[in-house]
């Protein structure tokens, strides 16, 4: 697989009934720039909405996985993910003229064989792995289904299914990185059981079904009749059961086919992570509930460790950048009001400054005197004029400018700040400064937990005393 991203080179499109709605629905497939990603668009939709393609927008996966983002919904994505994930891509904008993605034959193959035919091209950027640090698990003991991941130098998948079923057996399936993806895997069709089929029927579940877009399997027998009546409902002719236990509508691609559209489901469902990721993936009875809480625990881990690499790392036997008098010659502010005791680092982008909450300060008479507390406002001061540091670093000679907030937002407190703290404050700039604007993004840490985080923006304005 090419370390560098992907995506198509034209677009393409194909059409076909969503399995629950019965709507037609045409999916066109877009080229994307890198660190796109994948993403939905309802182009049926007035403001034509986009759904990120993510495991914290699932939202349903009781009849396929369903995605939502700002109350806008888009079903049956599975086998679409998966021909993305399975073909290695990286970006791109799925438009779809309806509320479900196409079922098509029940497998991935349609959607594999349109992208293979729009081709595939390397982007200038490369892949964003994420390479498995320690075993991650998913366990339902309830249901014995157990999903793992391992750490490894590639991607692997082993699948172990079993229903307890006579007709099914124990299968299993595995996928390695050099898998053709298209020949081996996009192929396989969803399995229904018959007694679920009945189901779905009965409560009007799959108005776009066919009996030629799923394995039906028979575990018990059935009268020829219940058979007719149900080839009826489907407007198909007769069907008869094979010996091998399933209708001979269609035939078996692989003897092991329902294991092999599991594994299918999975690498869709992982797709669904954000990144590509090295790692050994073990999964007994895997399914699209358990395979969303496997996913989503991953997608929780990478952000732990994101949050933790981003964490700054403070050497106390460093001296600071600037102390406290050097920090006088940047900002107006005096004590009481001085909130800022040490930069510690400083670059053209980011900022690095240091706050040692005592229970000196006079804010903790009143705030409150029997559980004495920072107040948020004053957090947000704090980093404020930490940013005001590196916005004025930008300037020949600080000490004649000043910085005006013109806005604070998306500020979230995390954690009480109390006597004893020392908060680290880290600040990056979201945007180049344009025109006197500096836009950051910061955060503040007491050891290694973030306690506040918020967006600030300033303006640089000449000094009018000077």
């Known amino acids: 697989m090419s370390d560098k991203q992907r995506t198509i080179v034209n677009p393409v499109r194909l059409s076909g009934r969503g399995l629950h709605t019965g709507y037609e629905v045409e999916i066109?497939?877009?080229?994307?720039?890198?660190?796109?990603?994948?993403?939905?668009?309802?182009?049926?939709?007035?403001?034509?909405?986009?759904?990120?393609?993510?495991?914290?927008?699932?939202?349903?996966?009781?009849?396929?996985?369903?995605?939502?983002?700002?109350?806008?919904?888009?079903?049956?994505?599975?086998?679409?993910?998966?021909?993305?994930?399975?073909?290695?891509?990286?970006?791109?904008l799925i438009e779809l003229n309806g509320p479900?993605?196409?079922?098509?034959?029940?497998?991935?193959?349609?959607?594999?064989?349109?992208?293979?035919?729009?081709?595939?091209?390397?982007?200038?950027?490369?892949?964003?792995?994420?390479?498995?640090?320690?075993?991650?698990?998913?366990?339902?003991?309830?249901?014995?289904?157990?999903?793992?991941?391992?750490?490894?130098?590639?991607?692997?998948?082993?699948?172990?299914?079993?229903?307890n079923s006579k007709v099914l057996g124990h299968q299993y399936a595995n996928f390695e990185e050099d898998t053709d993806f298209l020949q081996e895997l996009a192929p396989s069709r969803t399995f229904v059981f018959f007694h679920e089929l009945e189901f779905l029927l009965k409560n009007n579940l799959i108005k776009g079904g066919d009996l030629e877009n799923a394995i039906v399997i028979m575990e018990n027998p059935v009268p020829q009749e219940e058979l007719d009546r149900i080839a009826d409902l489907f407007n198909k002719p007769r069907v008869k059961v094979k010996p091998e236990g399933v209708l001979n509508n269609v035939d078996l691609h692989y003897t092991n086919e329902p294991a092999r559209h599991k594994l299918l489901d999975i690498l869709g469902d992982i797709a669904l992570i954000g990144r590509p990721i090295k790692g050994r993936i073990i999964a007994k009875k895997p399914g699209h509930h358990a395979n969303s809480e496997f996913s989503r625990k991953i997608a929780d881990t990478i952000k732990k460790e994101a949050t933790q690499e981003a964490i700054p790392q403070v050497d106390p036997n460093q001296p600071p950048l600037l102390n406290v008098n050097q920090i006088k010659q940047y900002l107006p502010h005096r004590p009481p009001f001085l909130l800022v005791d040490n930069i510690l680092e400083m670059d053209q982008s980011s900022i690095i400054g240091l706050k040692n909450v005592t229970m000196n300060e006079g804010f903790f008479v009143g705030h409150f005197p029997s559980e004495p507390l920072m107040p948020g406002v004053l957090q947000v001061e704090a980093m404020a004029q930490v940013g005001g540091i590196l916005a004025l670093n930008t300037v020949p000679d600080p000490a004649n400018y000043l910085t005006y907030f013109l806005k604070i937002d998306k500020v979230r407190f995390k954690r009480k700040v109390v006597p004893g703290d020392t908060l680290i404050f880290k600040l990056e700039l979201s945007n180049p400064i344009r025109r006197g604007i500096v836009t950051m993004n910061g955060q503040a840490y007491v050891g290694n937990q973030v306690v506040m985080e918020g967006e600030l923006t300033a303006q640089i304005t000449k000094n009018k005393e000077e």
């Open 100 to 163: 479900e993605a196409p079922i098509l034959d029940g497998s991935s193959r349609r959607y594999a064989e349109t992208l293979k035919e729009a081709g595939i091209e390397e982007q200038d950027e490369d892949r964003n792995y994420y390479h498995v640090q320690e075993k991650i698990e998913y366990r339902d003991e309830e249901n014995q289904i157990e999903l793992a991941v391992y750490p490894d130098d590639q991607l692997s998948i082993q699948v172990l299914i079993d229903y």
């Open 28 to 92: 066109q497939f877009k080229p994307a720039p890198v660190h796109h990603g994948f993403k939905f668009q309802r182009t049926d939709l007035k403001e034509r909405p986009i759904i990120k393609a993510h495991v914290d927008n699932v939202v349903d996966t009781s009849r396929g996985t369903t995605l939502e983002e700002n109350g806008v919904r888009v079903h049956t994505i599975e086998h679409v993910m998966a021909a993305l994930g399975g073909l290695g891509l990286d970006n791109l």
